[in-house]
């Protein structure tokens, strides 16, 4: 609903979002049931930032901080958004701009949990 609403895309780019979701989950949605994620990627060579709604019941809170916990990688974070759910980009913002901006970009983990 949210990035339907926002004014940063167009009326097209819209559309095409969910088309994309529904292609998506109609190819996908048997697979992402029954794969488990923290067994097929335990190591990765890039820098992981990981942004987490507290009360996000699409990808359980849990189960990122497991994968999280278990995951290798050169750099890595976890930052809780503890009055969001799936999309702390737009429930809290200002947050997620001071966390982009300070230790993404920087390569840092300063602000992680």
């Known amino acids: 609903?949210?990035?339907?609403?926002?004014?940063?895309?167009?009326?097209?780019?819209?559309?095409?979002?969910?088309?994309?979701?529904i292609f998506s989950n109609k190819c996908l949605w048997d697979k992402l049931c029954t794969v488990d994620?923290?067994?097929l990627v335990t190591e990765v060579n890039i820098p992981v930032y990981i942004f987490q709604g507290r009360?996000?019941?699409?990808?359980s809170y849990k189960l990122a901080k497991e994968f999280f916990n278990h995951l290798k990688a050169p750099t890595k974070?976890?930052?809780t958004f503890n009055n969001s759910a799936n999309s702390?980009?737009?429930?809290?913002?200002?947050?997620?701009?001071?966390?982009?901006?300070k230790d993404v970009l920087q390569n840092k983990t300063y602000l992680s949990d």
């Open 1 to 21: 609903k949210d990035m339907l609403s926002f004014k940063g895309y167009s009326f097209k780019e819209k559309i095409h979002y969910v088309k994309g979701n």
């Open 37 to 39: 994620l923290s067994e």
């Open 55 to 59: 009360f996000d019941y699409i990808c």
């Open 77 to 79: 974070a976890f930052y």
């Open 88 to 101: 702390p980009c737009y429930e809290e913002p200002d947050k997620m701009c001071d966390i982009l901006v």
